[in-house]
């Protein structure tokens, strides 16, 4: 038993599928299924129930899986403390980022990223924030982009700004007479929102005071993948909606039949972090990273005071 096929093992586990498994890991698929099936074979057990439709984990195979997680974490650890002894700014640093903020930030940074650390690679993934803490936890990420609060003991946290939500609405709303927009104007609004599983989503319920999303009229029936696709909605006279103040430099803004207002509402506002494990050694890296996400924020946004939790 080796690394590799830990990590063989892994990859079956979390796709259920031997070809994306293979995929994942650049083997062939009979190389894989083979090699698996050596690994049962030496262990005496069987670790995966295999049908024609279906790989499923075996009780064994669980507890397992769970060793083998940390052993892999364990590994990935060394690889890590001798690169941070090396140079914690050169090599490859994988961020994740939530797709309601990764589009609009990313640009920002990237090229004054590789300015002032030409010697690290950024490596980006762009998903929901449960898929983002789920890769970061198993060594997948070493840090994520969250609008959302934390509270796992292993991880910690460094804040880069808060930014606030404007209120988009079609040409000629009733609300575009108005001189500012106030919370009680968002309860009359006809909102519409990103699917379940964005933590935009429940934000912008929390701003307009919505205890749950809408069961009828039209907004109740139109839940958007991706705030572009929310944003041709509102442009199409459908509906208003909240977005995060770095997406009205979108180009959504030009031609769309869309007007962008801020909000007279002191809390309407989502604070993004960047996330790590603490036992992530390093650190230098990600407040490198940090830094110069503060440095490029655009004035529509407020940067926080960069203070991370440490180990």
Known sequence: MNLRDLKYILALAETRHFGRAAERCFISQPTLSGQIKKLEAELGVTLFERTNRSVEVTDIGERILHHARLMMEQADAIEQVARAAQDPLAGPLR????????????????????????RLKLVLVEEITETLLRRLQQHELDAVLLATAVDELDLAAISLFDEPFWLAHPRGHPLYEKDEITRDDLEDIDLLLLAEGHCLAGQVMDVCRMAERPHDGQAADLRAASLETLLQLVGAGLGCTLVPALAIRGAWMTDSGIIARPLAVDDAFRRVSLVYRRSFPRIAALEGFAACVIDQLPNTVRPCSPVSTRP
């Open 95 to 118: 961020i994740g980022a939530i797709p309601t903020l990764s589009p609009y930030l990313m640009p920002l940074i990237l090229l004054p990223l590789r300015a002032r650390f030409p």
